[in-house]
């Protein structure tokens, strides 16, 4: 049978192939530590789920809801004021069944045949997914060691620049670690004024920031909510990732766009979900702090456990995952994941398979306790890899 083309896009899932040769050694009675996938292990706060129970047994929940209900949107204006001191109003805000998904239909209504978008490399894949089925071309911006893995735009060539349509920027940045440094964000409206350039910042990882920094909004810079829009996910700070609870929040006319592509094929976030997401933005957040100080423990064993059998990286500033450089020099980052696996049992990501400037490196993600990290270190070394 002939599919799409538009299939032909996408290569080979790469979690797919790890985990057929982990179940494969599993079998073989090998004991495996899975920090591949960025699956929180954590709890789901109880009133979260409470509110979700509740609203399932009333039948009325379980019709078509056919939009945002008022109080989610109101929640969500709540939320940015409380949290991020950003005034939004209720049309600059839209549910989507997390980031990924909105981040999908998002190119499909930004792009069209042949725009330019400007994404990070390494990134997290669905930025480029996103733009490719919208059928843009990406032009990649690094993210290097040499300017601290953050997006750099002076080395953006100016002619790619008054092409593109949006840039991608999303920090702390899955893989690499980074948090924005001060005055980027300010910069990084000032090239979208420039060259009016939508600026689409992906806030997965607010929540999850170390060593005392702090995790904000993108849209709290000045002349943000002019020229951006932020996907505000609660998967990681509620570990609430299989319910798919996410926003799109900023420049209006942007998110009644979406709402118009996505009326097409959707009929609205199921009730009892929406009823969760205004008890988890409007209920207590003592339970994601102490979250983000265990993510900090688990970073300082992996980061200090490395480092300790000669692995030469920094601390990562924030997200659940470590982005960490190949020992020895080595630059093979497929290679070596099966080698960790084969060898110490250990589940990693190749960082080739976030972009071409990944390679060379490999990603952590931070979901064992530090005991269990401990273990994984010590697997390591006795690997001699
Ligand atoms: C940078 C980034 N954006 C978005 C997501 C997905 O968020 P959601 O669960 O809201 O789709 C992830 C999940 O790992 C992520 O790392």
Same mark, same amino acid.
């Given at each position: 049978?002939?599919?799409?083309? @538009? ?11 790890? $985990?057929? @040769? ?5 079998? #073989? ?12 292990? /954590? ?5 979260? %789920? ?6 399932? %047994? ?22 940015? #004021?409380?949290?991020? #001191? &950003? ?8 549910? &989507? ?14 792009? $069209? ?51 593109? %349509?949006?840039? &991608? ?40 920031? /170390?060593? *005392?920094?702090?995790?904000?909004? /993108? ?16 998967? %990681? ?44 933005? $409007? ?7 102490? #979250? ?22 920094? $601390? ?29 049992? &250990?589940?990693?990501?190749? *960082? ?11 990603? /952590? ?21």
């Amino acid at each position: 049978m002939q599919f799409s083309k @538009r299939l032909d896009l996408f290569g080979e899932e790469i979690f797919a192939a790890l $985990n057929d @040769r982990r179940l494969e050694l599993e079998a #073989q009675g090998m004991k495996i530590y899975n920090m591949s996938v960025g699956t929180p292990d /954590f709890h789901t706060p109880d009133h979260i %789920k409470e509110a979700l129970i509740e609203a399932a %047994k009333d039948d009325a929940n379980w019709r078509y809801s056919l939009r945002d209900l008022p109080e989610l949107l109101d929640a969500v204006c709540s939320y940015y #004021q409380k949290r991020f #001191q &950003v005034d939004i109003t209720p049309d600059m805000v839209m549910s &989507v069944y997390g980031s990924q998904e909105g981040m999908g239909h998002l190119g499909m209504t930004l792009c $069209n045949e042949g725009d330019v978008v400007l994404l990070p490399d390494p990134c997290y894949p669905v930025f480029a997914a996103g733009s490719l089925l919208g059928g843009a071309e990406p032009y990649y911006y690094p993210l290097t060691a040499e300017h601290d893995f953050l997006p750099y735009v002076k080395d953006i060539p100016s002619e790619i620049a008054h092409k593109a %349509k949006y840039m &991608v920027v999303s920090l702390p940045s899955n893989p690499v670690g980074s948090i924005a440094s001060p005055g980027l964000y300010e910069e990084i409206v000032a090239f979208a004024k420039k060259y009016d350039i939508l600026i689409i910042h992906d806030n997965a990882y607010s929540d999850i920031i /170390f060593d *005392g920094a702090y995790g904000g909004s /993108f849209l709290s810079t000045p002349g943000a909510k002019e020229v951006g829009v932020e996907f505000f996910s609660l998967s %990681k700070s509620f570990n609430v990732t299989g319910a798919r609870i996410s926003f799109l929040v900023g420049k209006s006319e942007v998110i009644a766009a979406l709402r118009k592509l996505r009326s097409q094929i959707d009929f609205g976030m199921f009730l009892p979900i929406q009823k969760a997401a205004i008890a988890a933005l $409007n209920g207590p957040l003592t339970s994601v702090k102490e #979250q983000c100080r265990d993510y900090e423990e688990r970073r300082n064993a992996l980061c200090d456990g490395l480092r300790s059998i000669g692995w030469d990286l920094p $601390n990562g500033k924030g997200t659940m995952f470590v982005w960490a450089r190949l020992p020895g020099g080595r630059m093979d980052s497929m290679n070596f994941c099966m080698e960790l696996m084969e060898k110490a049992g &250990v589940i990693v990501t190749p *960082g080739a398979s976030f972009g071409p400037h990944g390679e060379g490196y490999v990603r /952590f993600a931070l979901v064992l306790p530090p005991e269990k990290i401990r273990e994984v270190v010590d697997a390591i070394r006795r690997s001699g890899l």
